[in-house]
């Protein structure tokens, strides 16, 4: 019922097996530890969403014309509505990272749905409330799965601070809220470096190496009458 992983996460059988004994399991049946790869943990998120003539080409929605001087397809979405987006969880860590099961008590729904914590339509920033319960970071992130007797460790020594840590539910919240919007932040600049790339590896048809520019090149030549190759 929890589809917040996303990619291929091989974690050795004795670990798993290491883990359950460890901690057991929650009461729908999960491990109440587990071992991911940071970059696959996912959660959901409100955000916007663009829709656009079904008629129009992925290109044609904001993309770029190639065949008329690479400018950009002047189409806009008919709407933008508010749903949920998926978002890396962890966007800045790499590596194997340890995880443990919070039950739903430890999220206050007030908190969750205050006006000032959700969108416009009333859609809560931090997406579905989690009813099951969710997963948090304990430690990590390590290039190599941790070994049995490091796991142990690492564990002990998080109930061990426990009582050290804040464990107040409203500053939590906000602080999930916050990270969630810096992803979303985070994002759009990964959005704009692509659209960058592209335009200059496939847009800046002078001087680009790319086969498609190389196409690009020789049909304009073509039309003013130059017949021989021309090269990048």
Known sequence: MRDDIKGVTVVPTSTVEFLE??????????????????????????GNFKIWDESLSLNERGGIDMWHGGKQFENRPLR??????????????????????????????????????CMADGTPKLGPFPEYGDYE?????????????????FISDHLRRLDEMNQNVEQRILDNIYAAQQEELEYEKRL??????????????IDSCSLEAGRIRTKLAEKIGIRTHVGA
């Not at 004994?21 to 959901?44: D, S």
């Not at 970071?137 to 460790?153: A, E, F, K, M, R």
């Not at 704009?192 to 048809?205: F, G, I, N, P, R």
């Open 21 to 46: 004994r460890y901690g057991g399991k929650t009461p729908f049946g999960e491990p109440m530890w587990r071992i991911v790869l940071a970059q696959n943990v996912y959660w959901k998120l409100a």
């Open 80 to 117: 933008v509505e508010c749903g949920m987006v998926e978002r890396k969880k962890y966007p800045h860590l790499e590596g194997w990272i340890l995880q443990k099961w919070y039950p739903a008590s430890k999220y206050s729904k007030t908190m969750w749905f205050a006006p000032e914590n």
């Open 137 to 153: 970071l304990v430690s990590g992130p390590y290039q190599q799965i941790p070994t049995l007797s490091q796991l142990q460790l």
């Open 192 to 205: 704009e470096a692509k659209v960058d790339d592209y335009l200059t590896d496939k847009c800046s048809y």
